[in-house]
Each structure stands twice: as structure tokens, then as C-alpha cells.
């Protein structure tokens, strides 16, 4: 239970004063639900303000606080400002400037003769000074020399937030300190409550700032350090494969030495009692796969099941046929199971299950329904890691009389530091070697401009008997503006290429995506125009050619992955980037380094450095970045004594249970990262 310290600031952000219904929808806008949501909004940037008795033309530039009154009101005609004449003490003029709205509503704000207290950038405009849009302090408030600045939705000001924030800093209370008492000293961070209202106070303040994001990393790398220490502690089952089963394979070569080590260090972890918890990275084409049906046989020849997740229809129907080529005549039963399966093909799968005459069960998230019920379930292999979260790992772990041993898959390589944050309850594995004939695909950035070219090129292709993919943009926030730009670049291609162009996107029900997806895999259609759905999985040896439309809108790992559709089979594979002309240097930089490199860890280390934690692709379509304090900047420094010190807590200072444990505690709650103390009870 949340200890009660907490409780003022996890109330409902409705319980601050001045909250409504009305505020409240943009505060939800930007994730501010609680108290604790307000007062972790920080500030990402200031405004100095300098405090005037009298006008000066020598502060033209500079944000100023200033006591004007009204005088008369220049009405413009048509669009034009509404000017409000004023003067200060001594009777120097000024113009307060307002474009659109309402005279009348200006009138109301500034009264003719009432003094008011303004605030704004003062500019020379002719010979006159003037300030556009200037703030207006309520009577009697002084306006603050430096003024924090927060993110911001429409229908709320940042001035808005700095009073909630108050309110919010006033509910604040004094918690135990949960830091190891010689780092604090050593980095000279302040208490936590001080870190928190110095932060609002001055967003400069590099040592709250770094105490605050501190504090977060700390707490998510205790709850890792706690889910793998119960881990450890639960009595799984060993699993000794005897290798007749992966020696009656008829593989096309020889795995790689990538390959060949993680296989070996798979079969370490499962013939320990502790379950496995093992995190396996690989690049696109790396041969993943491979290694999963060789962990997934070991479990068979131990007399057990095993269970592969994957995270869509397209990629559980795709995994069960790969793995029946891989495994035909070996003797093996596999069976896929998605939410899609109905009625006696449904029965006949879950009494299979149950009965354990099938081995190996492919699917969706059905495959852990509670009517899904394994005789003996040993192993489980998550596929694209990111796209579950620990509840669901749980769910399914909860399937096996005992824990099951766990394999998690990600094709998304992530950067070392947030391998630590985000999986740092796992031991690592990473697959950084291709197996052979895999030739590096061809990338070429290319102007929109010369989109016709590129059509004239894919015609080409197509005579060749080659398919392609054709990514249409992302447009921000919009799933039909994305589905707008799929249809209308596939209805031009139809018109040069007919019946020989498929599409399919986000909002499609899955038979009717599967039947364009099957018609692409049988070459029926030879141009597939896609949204992103295409991105992880789909595999179509003959697609050669892929055209991604704006792609300096895509991240630098999503586009990686994208071009990882093309080159699965043999020979050369070309991946044309089509580009806006108003590039940002950042946009220059992703498309520059998607033209030199095919190496998706090199690539997202990249990624991590040009665009921040939150937008990886990872953490990006979990939809939601794992840090709100800690920037990803911060994170190198910051997460290795954290880990250390996390480390600390469970082995020297008796876990949660001694003084500063006691206070770690609540450090979890406050982060939301309490999920570690309830394994810790239920374990």
C-alpha cells in the first residue's frame, strides 16, 4: 500500500484550487492527472524579468515588469491591432499591442485611468517603444525576476501552471532521504522536497535538476534490481535438452559465432533452477529467429512446452510458418493460436494444449487468455520486447506450475545506457554478426522533387519481376491524415501500375490486412503502399526495393527498421529515402547516417544523441518514454551509481526492510515504480 506520507500528492489534480472540468481537460493533455503529475512538471526554461519605475529606451529588448495606466485605445480597421496607449509614473508613453480578438475584450482587460502591472518584451518600434501581447499581474501580484517557463497545452498559460505548482510544492511533504549518505555528499545534492521547490524556483539550477532526475533513475533501477532478485529466489525447473531434436535440423548453413554464443548461453541459463531472464538483441536479419527455435527445441527434448508471443496477427502467422519449414520432419508440434481463431479450431488448439500434444504454441496475447491452459509450460519467448509490458510478461509467467523460464527478443537494438534502465532486471545477449549472403542494402537520399523518377524507376523494377514497399509519411498526432496520404499515393500508382499495387494500414481489420499481406506474399500484387504497420516482421525475400516518403520525419530506428524489410533474399537491395528540401540539421544528420551505416546498434546510439530517450523507437511506441526527470543527457552519468547503489540497498542494507529501506520505499511509490513492492509480497 502507498504509504500515507504520499497521499497529498497523489491526489487528483482536481483537488488543487482554480481546477475545473474546463482546466483540468488540457492539464490531462499533458499527463498532469495528480498532484505529484504538477509538481514533476518541470520547467524548461526562464525568463529574467527587470523591475522598472520608469520607461527607458536603453531596455528596448529586455523583458521588463512595470506599472502602466491606461490612457486611450487605437482602434484599427479590419485585422489591424488594437493599441492601448499607457504611461508610466513619470509620464513616458508606451504602446500595448494586441493582434486579433476583440477590441471590447482588451478594453475590459485594461481600464482607461486604472493603474496595472505589466509585464512584457519591450521593443522600439519607430520612435516609439511598444510591447506585444503583454502579461497582466492580477492586483497586487508582483510579478517574479526570473519566471520559470513549462510545456504547455492549448488553454493553459505557463503563469497558470507556476500557480498550480505552488500549490502543488505547498502539499510537498519531507520524505527520508533514500540516497546513500556518502554519494549525496559527494555530488552535493539537496534534500528531495528543497531539490523540488529550488527547480521551480530557478530552472537553472543544475544540482536540483540532477537530485530530482537522480531520484527517478534510482527507483526504477531498485524496482529492476527487486523483480530480478525475486526472479532469482522463485524455484523454476531446469531444462537439460539432450539434442536430438536441434540435431535433426536441416539448417541452409552454419549458425553464426553470434549465433553459436547466445545459443550456448540460452542453454546455461535453462539448465539452472532459477528461471531465465534473458534479453536478446539483435540487428535486422541477424537470425533471431534461429536462436529462438533453438531455445524453444531445448524445452521439447526436456519433456516441456514452450510458448512464443508475438505482437501482431502478421507476425504470429509469419513466426508459426517459418518455424514449420524450420522444423518439418523433426517431429515437433507446432500450433498458432491469435485472437482471430474461433470456435472447434480454437477447441481443438487449447485441448492440444492441455494435453500436451502440441509442443510449441505460436500467437497474440490470446495465447495467455485465461482460458488458455498449458500441461507444462517451461518456456516462454517474448518477440519485440518493447511492445509488452512487465504485466503482460507476468500474466504469462503465471501460466507454468512453476515460473517459466524467459526469453525476450528486440529488433530494435536500444543504446547501452537504456538497456540498463529499461532491462536491467535481464541478462544481455546481443546477436551483432549476419549470417552469410546477406549483402548490406544500398541506401540513397533523394529529393521529393524527383518523385517521378523514382515511379519511372519502380516500374522497372516490377518488369524485372521484383516487388517493392512504398512507406507513406507519418503525419504528427493524425491516423487519418496518414491513412489519407497511403490511399492517395496508392490510387496514382494503380493508375500507372493497376491491379498490381496492394495497401494496407493502421485502421484495417486484421483478415482484410492478412489477405493484402498474403496477396504481397504471393507476388500477386507487386507494389505494397503501407503506413508503418510494415515496420517489424514482414518478411518477403523477393521485395527488393523500398521508397519511404518523408523520411526525415521518421526517427533514425524506425527508419532502420523499415529498411529492414528489404534484403532477405540473395542479391542487392536498394532503399530510396525521399526527402522535404527545408531540412533541420538533425533531419540532415538521421538521413546522412541512414545512407552510411547498416549497423542498428551504431544506428541507435546515433538516435539516442540526436534525438532523446523518449522518441527511440522503443520507448517511443510503448508509448511512453521511461523518464519524465531524467533527459536522456543525463543518463550516462546518472545510471550507473544508481544501479550501484540500488545494489547496495538489496545486498548490504537489507533490502526494504531496514531505515533507508524504509525510505527507498516510498522512493518507489513516489516514482511509480511500486510494481517491485508487490512482487515482493506476492512472492
Not at 529586455?62 to 506599472?67: G, V
Not at 500595448?96 to 482607461?112: A, T
Not at 531434436?245 to 536441416?250: G, P, S, W
Request: hydrophobic share 40%.
Amino acid at each position: 500500500m502507498r504509504p500515507d506520507i504520499l497521499n497529498p500528492l497523489f491526489a487528483e489534480v482536481t483537488a488543487l484550487k482554480g481546477v475545473g472540468p474546463a482546466l483540468a481537460k488540457p492539464l490531462d493533455r499533458l499527463g498532469l492527472a495528480r498532484v505529484v503529475d504538477v509538481a514533476f512538471h518541470l520547467p524548461t526554461g526562464w525568463v529574467d524579468r527587470l523591475p522598472r519605475d520608469e520607461l527607458d529606451m536603453a531596455d528596448a529588448g529586455r523583458t521588463i515588469a512595470i506599472t502602466l495606466t491606461p490612457r486611450d485605445y487605437r482602434v484599427s480597421s479590419g485585422r489591424g491591432p488594437t493599441r492601448v496607449h499607457a504611461v508610466d509614473a513619470l509620464g513616458n508613453y508606451v504602446s500595448l499591442v494586441y493582434f486579433g480578438g476583440s477590441s471590447g475584450w482588451v478594453k475590459k482587460l485594461l481600464p482607461l485611468g486604472e493603474p496595472k502591472r505589466v509585464s512584457g518584451k519591450l521593443e522600439q518600434y519607430g520612435q516609439e517603444l511598444q510591447i506585444i501581447h503583454p502579461d497582466l499581474g492580477e492586483p497586487g501580484e508582483e510579478f517574479r525576476e526570473r519566471e520559470a517557463i513549462y510545456p504547455l497545452s492549448e488553454g493553459v498559460t505557463s503563469r497558470r501552471i507556476g500557480a498550480l505548482v505552488d500549490q502543488a510544492l505547498e502539499r510537498a511533504p519531507d520524505l527520508p532521504e533514500w540516497i546513500e549518505p556518502s554519494l549525496k555528499a559527494q555530488r552535493g545534492w539537496p534534500a528531495w522536497r528543497e531539490a523540488l521547490t529550488r527547480i521551480h524556483a530557478d530552472p537553472a539550477d543544475a544540482k536540483a535538476r540532477e537530485r530530482l532526475a537522480y531520484d527517478e533513475v534510482f527507483a526504477n533501477q531498485l524496482a529492476l534490481a527487486l523483480v530480478r532478485q525475486d526472479t532469482r529466489r522463485r524455484r523454476g525447473r531446469a531444462l537439460a535438452g539432450d539434442g536430438r531434436l536441434r540435431d535433426a535440423l536441416r539448417l541452409p548453413y552454419a549458425l553464426t559465432g553470434a549465433q553459436a554464443r547466445t545459443v550456448r548461453e540460452i542453454e546455461g541459463d535453462l539448465a539452472q533452477e532459477s528461471p531465465m531472464l534473458r534479453l536478446l538483441q539483435g540487428d535486422v536479419g541477424s537470425g533471431k529467429t534461429l536462436v529462438a527455435a533453438m531455445a524453444l527445441l531445448i524445452a521439447v527434448e526436456a519433456g516441456a512446452q514452450g510458448a512464443l508471443l508475438a505482437p501482431t496477427e502478421i507476425l504470429a502467422r509469419q513466426h508459426f510458418d517459418s518455424l514449420q519449414r524450420l522444423m518439418a520432419g523433426v517431429g515437433v508440434n507446432i500450433a498458432v493460436l491469435t485472437g482471430r481463431d474461433k470456435g472447434r479450431a480454437r477447441e481443438a488448439t487449447l485441448m492440444g494444449l492441455a494435453s500436451g500434444a502440441i509442443d510449441i504454441l505460436i500467437g497474440t496475447h490470446a495465447i495467455f487468455q485465461e482460458a488458455v491452459g498449458y500441461r507444462d509450460l517451461a518456456l516462454v519467448v517474448v518477440d519485440e520486447q518493447h511492445r509488452f509490458g512487465v504485466a503482460e510478461r507476468m500474466m504469462l509467467q503465471a501460466k507454468g506450475a512453476r515460473p517459466p523460464h524467459l526469453l525476450a527478443m528486440t529488433a530494435t537494438p536500444i543504446p547501452r545506457t537504456l538497456t540498463l534502465a529499461h532491462h536491467g532486471e535481464m541478462d544481455q545477449s546481443r546477436l551483432d554478426e549476419m549470417p552469410p549472403g546477406r549483402e548490406p542494402i544500398e541506401t540513397r537520399v533523394i529529393s521529393e522533387e524527383r518523385v517521378d523518377e523514382v515511379v519511372n524507376a519502380l516500374g522497372r523494377h516490377l518488369a524485372e519481376g521484383k516487388q517493392a514497399y512504398w512507406v507513406c509519411p507519418l503525419v504528427e498526432e493524425s491516423e487519418k491524415s496518414d491513412l489519407a496520404a497511403a490511399e492517395a499515393r496508392a490510387e496514382a500508382l494503380t493508375q500507372r501500375f493497376g491491379d498490381r499495387v496492394g495497401l494496407v494500414h493502421g485502421r484495417m481489420r486484421g483478415p482484410e490486412k492478412d489477405a493484402v499481406m498474403a496477396d504481397f506474399s504471393a507476388a500477386r500484387t507487386g507494389v505494397l503502399v503501407a503506413t508503418t504497420v510494415i515496420e517489424v516482421g514482414v518478411d518477403v525475400p523477393n521485395a527488393t526495393l523500398i521508397v519511404i516518403e518523408a523520411a526525415d520525419r521518421f526517427g533514425l530506428a524506425q527508419l532502420h527498421q523499415l529498411r529492414g524489410r528489404v534484403g532477405r533474399g540473395g542479391g542487392k537491395s536498394v532503399c530510396l529515402l525521399l526527402r522535404g528540401n527545408a531540412l533541420s540539421e538533425t533531419s540532415r544528420a538521421r538521413l546522412a547516417l541512414m545512407r552510411e551505416s547498416n549497423d542498428g546498434f551504431h544506428i541507435a546510439e546515433e538516435d539516442l544523441r540526436l534525438r532523446g530517450g523518449g522518441e527511440l523507437l522503443g520507448t517511443r511506441q510503448s508509448g511512453e518514454a521511461l523518464f519524465r526527470l531524467a533527459t536522456p543527457e543525463m543518463l550516462g552519468d546518472l545510471l550507473p551509481p544508481a544501479t550501484d547503489d540500488a545494489r547496495l540497498l538489496i545486498d548490504r542494507d537489507g533490502g526494504l526492510e531496514g531505515p533507508r529501506g524504509e525510505a527507498a520505499r516510498v522512493a518507489l511509490y513516489l516514482f511509480d515504480r511500486d510494481a517491485g513492492v508487490a512482487l515482493l509480497r506476492s512472492g
